[in-house]
């Protein structure tokens, strides 16, 4: 045989030998748990079989539903809310784990009504819901014991509550009529009144407010005399916000102009208000002149509904159930899911959306001409795509900008959209609603629950999710009940400026080392709290803390 021709078959035996250790390596990784990104055709149909094979605790095994699994007298509805709000978006109304989401997803979701479930202990649904599956989009809920077992009765007897529910599949926005006429939120009241009473008391349905229908909406006393403030309360026909600032407004024929002061809520002081040239993107279209500056092209398209950029008119102010939901003119006449948009049975793209039209930096893909630069998707409502009317705020990695630091982090409010899509929370399915309920709660930010409570339902202690330490404590290296052990402290440090020195805080649930404020001067957590300690001390002391890896520190 000559010396080709035994090279060439010495590389034909290496490529078969590689091939079969290959294949022999994939079988090993399935079996062992750890379900492969990469996988061949021929096993596509069997992995979600694979994902129930999983290491599960034996004691896990032996849990029995205090609930009694078999639905004998127990309401099976009971978890028809959790289900809705945890599993729905990638297992589908109905458990079949068809939906938008999920058609992205590998492994993809288990159809919850078929075999792998049934021939599963309850026990070993409960440790699946309770910590996730590893390598998988399977977020760890930790949830009560209570609700836990609920979703487990409820995923068991699937097809019967779906029936009981007569609850039809999520419609595509293309299904959406978007001729349908606006009616304001008024009109809601009748059918949706607990909803509607909850929403009428939040920031989101009062952040712009009439003085002379509202007196007491003026926070700063305007009789006490200030070199800034140039005007009375007589010029004053909007007021825009309460909680970090407020602005005023004046009307001018069929337009409202920024008046010159606004208040610090926060430093109860007057500080100048004038937007200067090169900061924002639209300052080139106007003159530096506020009284040259109407708001209707720069604020009211999300501060109202339906603002209408030839009549100047809108259907009512503030954020209405129509911002969120669409016109609601055919659905008030006939109400029916089919005819209004509802963000929770949207993919999670276009549920996230529905508060990305207006929490982001960004610009419309109609070109802006003098006096016209609008500062908001002009056009776009619910049941459309924002994509199609709306391009966020670009950024190039190693700038810092008037919008965003060297990383890409937001560096201004308004941007929490910008931060959020860049997050492993947004590629993992998570959307806004997720943890906010703007219809109103007695949470800071209409969270679902206090901050750290919500944050634990799927991030807790040796989860899937992290954090990786024993306990909490031990993860914040804070004690319970400190400032420096809330998650949100660390993962969503106040480094967006809203007003002067006043900061909110960043969507990105990353954490800023130390080292990154060295290198690309973006405020960090650690030292924002420990001032008087340089990065140095902050840095040194991570690389100390046993469940975080020292090659992330810096």
Not at 129 to 151: C, E, K, S, Y
Request: proline letters at 7%; glycine letters at 8%; hydrophobic letters at 35%.
């Amino acid at each position: 045989m000559s010396f080709r021709k035994r090279v060439t078959l010495t590389a034909a035996i290496v490529v078969v030998l590689f091939a079969l250790a290959m294949g022999g390596l994939y079988r090993y990784i399935v079996s062992g748990g750890l379900i492969a990104r990469q996988k061949p055709p021929a096993v596509e149909a069997s992995v979600t079989r694979w994902m129930l094979r999983v290491s599960v605790p034996e004691s896990a095994k032996m849990l029995k539903n205090p609930l009694m699994a078999d639905a004998g007298g127990v309401d099976v509805s009971a978890g028809q809310e959790l289900y809705r709000q945890k599993c729905e978006t990638c297992h589908a109304y109905d458990g079949s784990g068809k939906t938008e989401m999920g058609a992205g997803l590998y492994p993809p979701p288990l159809d919850l009504r078929g075999p792998e479930i049934k021939n599963t202990a309850d026990g070993v649904l409960f440790y699946f819901i309770r910590n996730g599956i590893r390598n998988t989009a399977m977020a760890g809920w930790q949830l009560p014991d209570q609700d836990t077992w609920r979703l487990v009765v409820f995923i068991r007897n699937l097809p019967r509550v779906v029936s009981l529910s007569a609850r039809a599949p999520a419609a595509g926005l293309a299904a959406f009529p978007i001729s349908a006429s606006y009616v304001g939120s008024a009109a809601c009241k009748t059918c949706h009144s607990q909803l509607y009473e909850r929403w009428s008391k939040t920031r989101m349905a009062n952040v712009v407010r009439d003085p002379r229908e509202h007196p007491e909406a003026i926070i700063p006393d305007l009789s006490k005399p200030n070199p800034l403030v140039t005007f009375s309360k007589d010029d004053i026909a909007l007021v825009y916000g309460s909680k970090w600032k407020q602005r005023y407004f004046k009307k001018v024929g069929d337009d409202f102009f920024p008046l010159p002061a606004q208040w610090d809520v926060t430093g109860q002081i007057w500080r100048p208000y004038n937007v200067k040239v090169g900061t924002d993107w639209w300052t080139k279209y106007y003159p530096e002149d506020n009284m040259s500056r109407p708001t209707g092209p720069t604020c009211d398209g999300c501060h109202s509904v339906n603002y209408d950029v030839s009549t100047k008119k809108v259907t009512e102010w503030n954020v209405g159930c129509e911002k969120c939901h669409g016109p609601g003119g055919d659905h008030v006449k006939q109400p029916s899911q089919a005819n209004i948009v509802n963000p929770s049975r949207l993919n999670y793209v276009d549920a996230t959306n529905t508060c990305i039209q207006c929490h982001s930096q960004g610009q419309p893909l109609t070109a802006p001409s003098p006096g016209k630069a609008y500062d908001w998707p002009v056009g776009f409502h619910m049941g459309k795509r924002l994509d199609d009317f709306w391009k966020l705020e670009e950024h190039k990695l190693g700038e810092t900008t008037f919008t965003h630091f060297a990383d890409g982090t937001a560096h201004k409010n308004r941007m929490q959209g910008n931060d959020f899509v860049t997050s492993l929370m947004y590629t993992h399915g998570v959307a806004c609603f997720s943890c906010h309920d703007v219809h109103g709660t007695d949470n800071n930010a209409l969270l679902w629950k206090p901050a750290n409570v919500l944050c634990l339902d799927c991030h807790g202690a040796n989860s899937p999710n992290g954090p990786h330490a024993p306990t909490i404590e031990q993860h914040t290296h804070h004690k319970a009940g400190s400032l420096g052990n809330e998650c949100i402290a660390c993962h969503m440090p106040k480094i967006q400026q809203t007003i002067a020195d006043v900061n909110v805080r960043s969507h990105t649930f990353r954490f800023v080392t130390p080292a990154t404020t060295d290198t690309l001067k973006i405020p960090n957590a650690c030292n924002a709290c420990h001032a008087d300690k340089s990065t140095a001390w902050a840095t040194a002391a991570l690389k100390t803390w046993a469940d975080r890896s020292p090659w992330r520190a810096e």
